[in-house]
């Protein structure tokens, strides 16, 4: 066998649904996809895919099970570091230098190196949580902490940086390896799985024969995923032209990330007309007053701070985001996560049958209060 049947061999062993391989100069040209900024040596990418369990997804949509789902893509995301995990290990057993990435939540443009953050934002909460009980009254030690910590933590919030850059952009990798194409919504979509799949990769200096990219996208244009996204992170109509290794998608045009943020981090997701939400108890208010301009920004990092001033459990999920970034997820345990909306991404099933199943059981599916 071949190194490339080795580790491809591995991957599936070890429970991986796709695999593939690039190189690391067709990602060279765009900052977020550069391999050689977590490994200067890199020569070749593994890029593999986990798929998502179908019948746990249209649960989700349909509002019947939130939990096990959850548990899934936590247990997923665990998955994916295992497999790249045995990739690394088996590639340094060879001789070769490899870095296994992080499946999510690992940023170029978010300094993550202090965890202070986390305790005090807790600490920030219970206080904020405290003052608001009218059985309770904080001594004046405490009222001093929370003026200082809601200075502190607050005006932090209020920078949450929006435009993310990751340490390295799976989507490319998997484009150029093979797995997909990036479909209408920006998601990978695969011809077996639809968009219902998690990535992970694992850069290395050996030099692997590469995969060629899917020549036909499968993505069928249906547009479905922009009709149960209640963010407006991408258009219906309008189009953009990007190029991924040498393949040219063309995609929805994408608008300031901040209206995804505001709606899949759980911090509001009820549709306009008040039919359908996402599994996010939390409205924010001037739901319909979302800036339609570059100000949009801003407004989701006040969303933040508001949230935490708020208390109760809007402020514990600002506070779990704040743990998922700062944590990487790689610390937590996979019963601790959290999704809320990725309507675009699970609405996309491998068929138009189950494509449209999936958005009729969505729009049937209510409100969580
Ligand atoms: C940052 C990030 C986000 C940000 C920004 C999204 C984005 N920029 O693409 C936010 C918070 C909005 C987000 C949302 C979601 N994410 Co996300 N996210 C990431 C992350 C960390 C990097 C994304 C990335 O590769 N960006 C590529 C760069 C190039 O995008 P950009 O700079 O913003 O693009 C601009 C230009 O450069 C140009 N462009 C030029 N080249 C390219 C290339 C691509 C691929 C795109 C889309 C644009 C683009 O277009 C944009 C300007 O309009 C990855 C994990 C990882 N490390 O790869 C997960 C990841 C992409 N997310 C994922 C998922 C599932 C989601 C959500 C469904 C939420 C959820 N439930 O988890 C939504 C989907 C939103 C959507 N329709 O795109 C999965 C995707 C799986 C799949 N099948 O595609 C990933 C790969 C995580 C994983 N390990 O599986 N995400
Ligand atoms: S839902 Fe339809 S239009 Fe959207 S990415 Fe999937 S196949 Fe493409
Ligand atoms: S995850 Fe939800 S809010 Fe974000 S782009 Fe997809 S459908 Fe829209």
């Known amino acids: ?10 991957a599936l062993e070890e429970g991986a649904n796709l695999v593939g391989i ?9 900052e977020a996809s550069d391999p050689h900024y977590l490994l200067p040596e890199a020569q070749s990418i593994v890029c593999f895919a986990l798929k998502m369990e179908d ?16 548990h899934e893509e936590g247990h997923m995301t665990k998955h994916l570091l295992r497999i790249g995990d045995k990739i690394k290990q088996f590639l340094e057993q060879k001789g070769f230098k490899a870095q296994r990435c992080s499946a999510n939540f690992n940023y170029r443009n978010v300094n993550t190196a202090s965890k202070a953050i986390i305790p005090a934002l807790r600490n920030l909460i219970d206080l904020i949580n405290k003052d608001d009980d009218p059985g309770e009254d904080l001594t004046k030690k405490e009222q001093k902490t929370l003026n200082t910590l809601k200075k502190m933590i607050l005006g932090g919030l209020r920078k949450t940086p929006i435009g993310l850059i990751p340490n390295f952009s799976h989507k490319c990798a998997a484009v150029a390896a093979g797995l997909g194409r990036i479909g209408w919504s920006g998601n990978l979509v695969t011809k077996q799985f639809g968009a219902r799949v998690l990535l992970n ?3 290395t200096d050996a030099k692997l024969a590469p995969d060629s990219p899917l020549e036909e996208s499968p993505c069928i244009g249906c547009k479905l995923c922009e009709k149960c996204c209640q963010g407006g992170l991408f258009e219906r109509d309008e189009s953009q032209i990007i190029k991924i290794a040498g ?4 995609i929805a045009k ?38 339609l301009d570059e100000s949009v920004d801003k407004y989701v990092q006040n969303m933040f701070a ?24 790689n ?16 609405v996309c099933g491998p068929t138009m049958k189950d494509k449209k199943e999936s958005y009729r059981l969505l729009m049937q599916s209510g409100s969580v209060d």
Not at 55 to 70: I, P, Q, R
């Open 254 to 291: 994408r608008n300031s990330t901040a209206y995804c943020i505001a709606i899949c981090t759980g911090m509001a997701g009820q549709n306009k007309f008040k039919e359908w939400s996402t599994w996010s108890p939390f409205r924010f208010e001037d739901r319909d007053h979302l800036p």
């Open 331 to 346: 610390d937590k345990p996979a019963e601790d996560f959290r999704q809320t909306c990725g309507f675009c991404q699970l």
């Open 306 to 329: 508001r949230a935490v001033e708020h208390g109760g459990k809007e402020a514990e999920n600002v506070l779990r985001l704040v743990e998922n970034t700062y944590l990487g997820r």
């Open 201 to 203: 990769s694992v850069i």
């Open 1 to 10: 066998m071949t190194l490339e049947e080795q580790i491809k061999q591995l």
């Open 55 to 70: 019948t746990l997804v249209k649960k989700y949509l349909s509002k019947e099970d939130y939990l096990s789902f959850c």
């Open 22 to 30: 690039c190189s690391a100069e067709s990602l060279s040209d765009k």
């Open 247 to 250: 393949v040219e998608e063309k």
